[in-house]
């Protein structure tokens, strides 16, 4: 072979190499679109607001794409604050659910024998809240609708045909609800206005439909847009909030080192925000603005009253540069933070989180300000930028978010607290109770707010810890962070992450999430008898499980063995001996070892969430 052979040779095989390559980045990008769409809602808002009657005047314009294969010939609105009326389907839930959540309902009873009286049924005229649509156009021609609760039903003159971008045009008035629930005035702190879901918002249309929930208790989904809006208010109020102010030389507040004065009784905010799902805001007169630019990384803002306790204001200046290691922390172990702002608010009743930003009670300890911040924050990533339908798959946002967020806390404060013990402990208490409903249950459906809390917070985080347990810490954190590259902004489902992680371990995993999330089945192993060096295991939940083990020899030695899920078709990487994989129909598992032996310990790392840790060691 001559040398220009050889060289044809080499050249040819190069590029049938770089062809394989670009096969299989085209296949990893075409698993990641093919198929896949979202609508586009693109929102220009103004609003006037009298913060002596808490009313407020608004007009609407969205440019609505329909990138769905499918013809809608109707939409839906979400009308949020029509749920704080005597009427309404949250009021009736508050007075028929066993356990209300506690800032909706008072106990007018004993503690014995509780009696809960809902808030919202107290409220009077001017206390409830409501958006009231007075017209609707579609591209410029009036529509049609029916309210019904919190959800407004459109029919629409001419359907929407797929790839088509059509206008509507609303005028509407609103009341600001009491604080009862995230959303309302005058807070428990004193905070003036927490506006959260404040504006008729348009439904989510996807793959499974449309998704107009009535507004009972739970959180919310929407449809990515880029949203404009003005806000006009007493000069005298802060506002924080959602986006970019635009006019930051105009309204000073903070926003900018220039003295400003305004002329007028009144200044009109500018706000943009790119590629969001929703839009809130907070104002007060009391507002301290501080501003803390994070390292390649955006600006923090920070906005709390100033007739907070001493303690409290000193808090609020302690957990900023906090804030700024949190933010670092999650753009590292998720990915990077998209926009250019983060705002730490408060106001509303807790914790909750929003586009770009938290609301959250200010008058707090030092340690808790640190880490509902901590945990609200974490929710940018899991909701706001992923935002999994939390109506349907809460625990994928609140446990996730809890995971990362209790890392995070654990770095930033420099603690050596022994993680997710209290996650495990308040799953396996709920999946003993008789009380626990699987996870596919829509977060409105639960029987008990306690089970709803404990299945979104706690297991949902157990199912993120407990994965670890099962394809390996490494494959997890990996994981992590290729389901933030391939779902950023695209509404992933939970099987989209259980799809993720086995393309990261080369493991099968449906089993996991049909088990641990779609049924109640539950993790008992027990070591069912020792035999000189024979040991024997048992499965007694129905819920299987690859096995880590320790065994102590009578020679005081030991040694770790891992039995494989004969359905994993694999193993996790482990630096102990590899026994043959265990089939989920044999209830029974025996092996021999190479000495006599003195103690078994099923799951030393105590990862797995097994129900009945007392059968799972031998010996002493």
């Not at 808490?54 to 010939?73: A, C, E, M, R």
């Not at 249309?205 to 998704?211: A, L, M």
């Not at 300890?365 to 509902?372: E, K, Q, T």
């Not at 770790?560 to 001996?577: N, Q, V």
Request: a negative charge; proline letters at 4%; charged letters at 25%.
């Amino acid at each position: 072979m001559t040398k220009i052979d050889r060289i044809r040779v080499f050249m040819t095989a190069l590029a049938v190499l770089c062809t394989l390559q670009i096969q299989a980045q085209d296949a990893k990008i075409t698993y990641k679109t093919e198929g896949y769409w979202q609508q586009q809602a693109d929102y220009t808002m103004a609003i006037d607001m009298d913060v002596k009657t808490f009313q407020f005047k608004g007009s609407q314009n969205i440019k609505y794409t329909n990138h769905s294969p499918d013809v809608l010939d109707r939409v839906y609105y979400h009308l949020y604050f029509n749920a704080f009326q005597p009427g309404s389907e949250m009021n009736a839930r508050l007075q028929s659910i066993v356990d209300p959540d506690y800032r909706m309902a008072t106990n007018i009873g004993t503690s014995e024998q509780p009696v809960y009286e809902s808030r919202i049924s107290k409220l009077k005229d001017d206390e409830i809240g409501y958006i009231k649509v007075k017209s609707l156009a579609q591209n410029g021609k009036p529509l049609q609708f029916d309210v019904e609760g919190t959800v407004m039903i459109v029919t629409l003159n001419k359907p929407i045909v797929s790839g088509e971008t059509v206008e509507f045009d609303m005028e509407f008035d609103g009341q600001v609800p009491v604080q009862i629930r995230r959303s309302g005035r005058n807070n428990k702190e004193g905070v003036a206005l927490s506006m959260a879901q404040w504006y008729p918002k348009l439904a989510e249309y996807d793959d499974e439909g449309w998704h107009a929930d009535p507004y009972i208790s739970r959180e919310f989904h929407g449809v990515w847009g880029n949203f404009d809006v003005s806000i006009t208010i007493d000069k005298d109020y802060t506002i924080a909030g959602t986006g970019y102010l635009q006019n930051a030389d105009e309204i000073g507040h903070g926003y900018t080192d220039k003295t400003v004065e305004p002329k007028t009784d009144k200044l009109t905010w500018k706000f943009k925000a790119p590629n969001v799902h929703d839009f809130t805001w907070a104002a007060d007169k009391e507002y301290i603005h501080d501003r803390v630019q994070v390292p390649d990384g955006p600006m923090l803002h920070f906005f709390y009253k100033s007739s907070l306790p001493k303690e409290n204001l000193e808090n609020w200046k302690k957990m900023q540069p906090k804030t700024v290691g949190l933010m670092q922390y999650f753009s590292e172990h998720i990915g990077t933070y998209p926009y250019d702002q983060y705002s730490v608010i408060q106001g509303g009743d807790g914790g909750m989180e929003y586009g770009m930003c938290t609301l959250i009670t200010g008058k707090r300890s030092y340690g808790s300000l640190v880490g509902v911040t901590a945990h609200e924050m974490a929710h940018s990533w899991f909701q706001f930028i992923l935002a999994t339908n939390e109506a349907k798959h809460e625990w994928v946002d609140e446990g996730f978010t809890e995971y990362i967020s209790d890392l995070a806390m654990q770095k930033v404060m420099n603690t050596n607290n022994k993680l997710f013990t209290s996650a495990y402990n308040r799953y396996i208490g709920l999946a003993v109770s008789g009380y626990e409903q699987p996870l596919t249950t829509h977060a409105d459906r639960y029987n008990f707010n306690q089970a709803y809390s404990i299945a979104a917070y706690s297991k949902g985080c157990v199912f993120i810890v407990q994965l670890g347990y099962v394809i390996g810490d490494e494959h997890l954190k990996t994981t992590i962070k290729r389901f933030y590259d391939d779902f950023a902004f695209k509404h992933p489902k939970p099987m989209d992450f259980v799809r993720t992680a086995e393309r990261v371990s080369g493991l099968e995993l449906d089993w996991y999430y049909m088990d641990f999330a779609q049924t109640i089945n539950v993790i008992d192993y027990a070591v069912e008898s020792v035999n000189d060096k024979t040991i024997t295991l048992a499965r007694l939940g129905a819920m299987p499980m690859p096995i880590d083990l320790t065994v102590t020899y009578a020679d005081g030695t030991t040694e770790d063995f891992y039995i494989p899920l004969r359905m994993m078709r694999g193993e996790k990487p482990t630096s102990a001996r590899v026994l043959d994989d265990w089939a989920w129909a044999f209830q029974n598992y025996s092996f021999e070892t190479s000495k006599t032996v003195k103690s078994v310990q099923i799951d030393p790392s105590n990862l797995m969430a097994d129900v009945n840790k007392e059968n799972n060691r031998f010996g002493g």
